[in-house]
């Protein structure tokens, strides 16, 4: 029997936004709903396996029903702009999936999937509704059952006709006359006042449908229900109405139009990448062979020996030559090189690793500083050949930092990608070369080399295709004299490394284990029982039933306990917060003690963490394996967590720069806002003057609620907030939240003003750019779809301010490297983590360093509003804030 799924778009959607955190991808796209959209319809289309499928969606507020009900759904609070603006990836995701989706004008999703519903029993098809709403019980026959969403992402209810009746001693088609005499709220369908679903029920078992109960006014039980229904009849006739899902809808294709087939995942893949998907795209991999990928013909090459060495040696007088380092695994402080390539566009030499380290000639070039190179990701080429006692120099040009910088907002920068793009020639992936995961192999011989041949080959062509693109759109600055001298720094400070003191991190785990069982012993006692506190069954047994707390999520397996519900119930009842800081100590013991012990060397007890240079659209560097910039300092545990990070040497401190409110200063300076100008020259506290200004008080009537909400709206403004997320950080009503962004505008108009020149030159130019003109790609910024085009507004709002900041800082870095080097300083930069430079230095120079930090820092770029930087140093990282 063939098998019809329906899925209800906007009512998937909406739940998976709400279930699920606020997510963004690296370019800053708001990914939460169509992640777990996706989550839902990989497992109905798993579990179902339907022969046609359509996901139907709303096309807009006003629909046939506001003819005869104006106030329908007047109600509801508009769309927040961050789940609008994924219904066109959810689209996206669809057509990749084959997945047939439709909206008509003036008309539901509900009645869309009530038409093809209808038509699909006819035609003796198995249907299945997938939804979140009740109202489509209706819909339920001998062969159309009901998949209804509970609170988490992927658990559904299935409904039939005995469902029904078991929940509610009803017929299906009776769902409308509940509606009727009930009404609902979330629709602002009004039936009739003070019967509610008890009351509604009780009266349809007796009298069947809102007509009976209307034939039978004197029989009702009590004179104010009386009085009610008598009083309401037409409403409840009209909520009837209302809650009738139409099945006729006009439709331009038939069922046969909805066939199904499978999903391609040479058509998903790229989608999921781009939308950073990563467990997904694993799931559509793991069980299928790995797509073959197509490539160009292998390019010639010669490989190197002991006993041929010799004859290469005139190749490695060439001016520029490409190198190529393949190495074992991404993370290149741990990866071995399994071989070695060179060349100079027509000649190609392969090198295995042992016949590169006794080839003096090789190792000569390598080091020489004026041998020009050519390579994809120096970096992490550099670290890996040092590693195995091969030192290198004369790097001049980065295939993976020149497509970064020509579009950072580009799906993939792997050389694979880069050769794609700009070539319009393919070279395998290396997952398609060597697998992935358990099925990974290690390519030997012939085979490596043929790989690592068309790899060193595509370094060489792509450069000038890249160096001329880089100079046509005057990006050549940004790559030269920043991006490249960065990559250096990073080098540097990856390879130094920075030291943990074991003994202390052990301790301090120990200390947080003591402080995990004095939070325990306390949550029982407030809670008046013991549990297992990680269990979120038993946790909600314990705050739901027994305390008595509201609901707001549930989940496949009960109550929802997630973070943002227990921030939200902390305020009621004092073991929330008691628990939360439970989990937050539980999370420093398994992330930071248990983690970094796991990441430390163990000849030097050091963590060398891998700086992404080449990673997010603003320029800003990333921190991974393990990743030292979100270590958590709101808590005092987690401040103390940097306690372990101290100096390499005896009788070296650890000196931490910190800017202060860098991107509020940009902001001022790009905006040239007077308010905010004077805030910064008058060394006033900027958010104490934001607060004064919107709430119209002077500074000794600034409250700390007052400081914390500007605070909020300060920075929030930097990253394009918007009522909705700006309501969620502040708990408060999107009503507050828009009307404290509205006085915000009005108290600084020189920042509104920016914003809207700055989108105005966005709709020109297709781009914005930081004052380094590094550019961002705004391909939907004239889209006529409104939510497309809003997510661009905010990006060309918010790059130029956060892309400066790390401009700056990169910048700071570059010169900082010079001073230390140009003074003879023992000083050595060791972490960047986000606004902070964070070195280790003698005592004796501590002094100086600080001195020069604070001009190198403050002089960076020249700004309209002074750059401030706070310095302090200290045995410990913790000790040096």
Not at 746 to 770: H, N
């Amino acid at each position: 029997m063939d098998k019809l799924v329906l899925i209800d778009g906007n009512s998937i959607a909406f739940r998976a936004f709400y279930a699920l955190p606020l997510l963004t991808n690296s370019s800053g796209t708001y990914t939460n709903a169509a992640y777990g959209f996706t989550m839902m319809l990989m497992k109905v289309l798993e579990e179902e396996k339907p022969s046609h499928v359509l996901v139907a969606f709303d096309a807009g507020r006003t629909t046939f029903r506001h003819d005869t009900y104006q106030e329908y759904k007047g109600t509801r609070d508009k769309t927040p702009g961050e789940l609008s603006e994924q219904l066109p990836l959810i689209k996206e995701v669809l057509d990749a999936f084959g997945v047939r989706h439709f909206e008509l004008d003036r008309y539901e999703a509900d009645d869309i999937i009530g038409t093809l519903a209808k038509q699909g029993d006819a035609d003796g098809m198995a249907v299945r509704i997938v939804t979140g709403d009740k109202d489509l019980l209706q819909l339920v026959t001998d062969r159309i059952s009901i998949l209804m969403t509970r609170k988490g992402v992927t658990d559904a209810e299935r409904y039939d006709k005995q469902a029904i009746r078991d929940k509610y001693g009803l017929q299906p088609e009776q769902i409308v006359d509940l509606k009727g005499l009930m009404g609902d709220n979330s629709d602002n369908i009004p039936g009739i006042p003070g019967v509610g679903e008890k009351t509604a029920l009780k009266l349809l078992h007796q009298f069947e449908t809102v007509e009976g109960v209307l034939d039978h006014i004197a029989d009702l039980p009590g004179k104010k229900l009386k009085e009610r229904v008598e009083e309401h009849q037409e409403q409840a006739r009209l909520s009837k109405e209302l809650a009738t899902i139409y099945c006729e809808v006009p439709l331009d294709f038939s069922l046969q139009d909805l066939a199904y087939r499978d999903i391609e995942r040479n058509r998903v893949a790229p989608v999921f990448k781009r939308l950073e998907f990563k467990t997904l795209l694993d799931r559509i991999q793991t069980d299928e062979p790995q797509q073959e990928a197509k490539k160009t013909k292998d390019v010639p090459y010669r490989q190197v020996t002991n006993d041929n060495a010799h004859q290469w040696e005139s190749l490695l007088e060439a001016d520029e030559l490409a190198l190529f380092v393949e190495k074992t695994a991404p993370n290149y402080h741990r990866a071995d090189v399994l071989g070695i390539a060179l060349s100079d566009g027509e000649e190609q030499l392969y090198v295995p690793l042992e016949t590169a380290k006794e080839w003096k000639a090789l190792t000569d070039w390598l080091a020489d500083e004026n041998k020009k190179k050519i390579a994809y990701d120096i970096k992490g080429t550099q670290i890996a050949l040092r590693r195995h006692g091969l030192a290198s120099a004369g790097y001049d040009f980065d295939v993976l930092l020149a497509s970064y910088v020509i579009n950072a907002s580009e799906s993939g920068h792997e050389l694979s990608d880069i050769v794609e793009r700009k070539l319009d020639g393919s070279l395998p992936e290396d997952d398609a070369v060597y697998g992935k995961g358990a099925k990974r192999k290690q390519l030997e011989g012939e085979e490596l080399a043929a790989h690592l041949a068309n790899k060193v080959h595509a370094l060489t062509s792509l450069k000038p295709v890249l160096d001329d693109e880089l100079r046509t759109y005057q990006l050549d600055a940004l790559f030269y004299d920043l991006e490249m001298p960065v990559t250096h720094v990073l080098t540097e400070m990856e390879w130094i490394g920075v030291k943990v003191d074991k003994r202390q991190l052990r301790a301090l785990g120990d200390e947080l284990q003591e402080r995990l069982n004095e939070l325990t012993t306390t949550i029982y006692q407030l809670a008046g029982t013991e549990f297992n506190i990680n269990s979120p069954k038993q946790l909600g047994e314990i705050l739901f039933d027994k305390l008595g707390l509201p609901v707001l999520k549930k989940t496949k397996t009960g109550y929802s306990t997630s973070a943002d519900v227990l921030e939200r119930l902390a305020p009621q009842h004092e073991v929330v917060e008691q628990i939360l800081h439970y989990r937050q100590v539980g999370k420093l013991i398994s992330t930071y003690v248990e983690g970094l012990l796991k990441e430390m060397t163990a000849a030097e007890d050091k963590i060398h963490t891998r700086f992404q240079q080449a990673t997010t659209a603003t320029g800003r560097l990333s921190s991974t394996d393990p990743n030292l910039q979100n270590i958590p300092i709101r808590l005092e545990e987690g401040r103390r967590i940097r306690q372990v990070f101290v100096p390499a040497e005896p009788e070296w401190v650890i000196v931490s720069a910190d800017y202060s409110q860098i991107e509020l200063r940009v902001l001022a300076h790009l905006s040239q806002d007077e308010g905010l100008m004077e805030a910064f020259a008058k060394g006033m506290d900027v958010h104490t003057k934001t607060a004064m200004d919107v709430f119209g008080v002077d500074a000794e009537g600034v409250t700390s609620l007052m400081r914390r909400h500007a605070k909020a709206v300060n920075f929030g403004i930097v990253y394009g907030i918007s009522d909705y997320g700006l309501s969620q950080s502040l708990n408060i009503t999107r009503k507050e939240a828009a009307a404290f962004i509205e006085r915000y505008f009005a108290s600084y108009p020189g920042v509104k003003q920016y914003m809207d020149d700055v989108i105005r030159q966005a709709k020109t130019e297709g781009y914005v750019t930081t004052m380094l003109h590094r550019r961002r790609y705004l391909p939907d910024i004239n889209s006529r779809n409104y939510n497309l085009r809003s997510f661009a507004e905010r990006t060309a709002m918010n790059t130029p301010i956060q892309g400066s900041a790390a401009d700056i800082i990169k910048q700071a870095m570059v010169e900082m490297q010079r001073v230390l080097q140009v003074e003879g300083l023992n000083s050595r930069l060791l972490l960047q983590v986000h606004d902070e430079l964070i070195f280790e230095a003698p005592q004796t120079e501590v002094d100086v360093l600080s001195e020069r930090v604070v001009q190198v820092m403050e002089g960076a770029v020249e700004l309209s509003v002074p750059l401030k930087v706070d310095v302090s140093a200290g045995k410990t990282w913790y000790e040096a804030k």
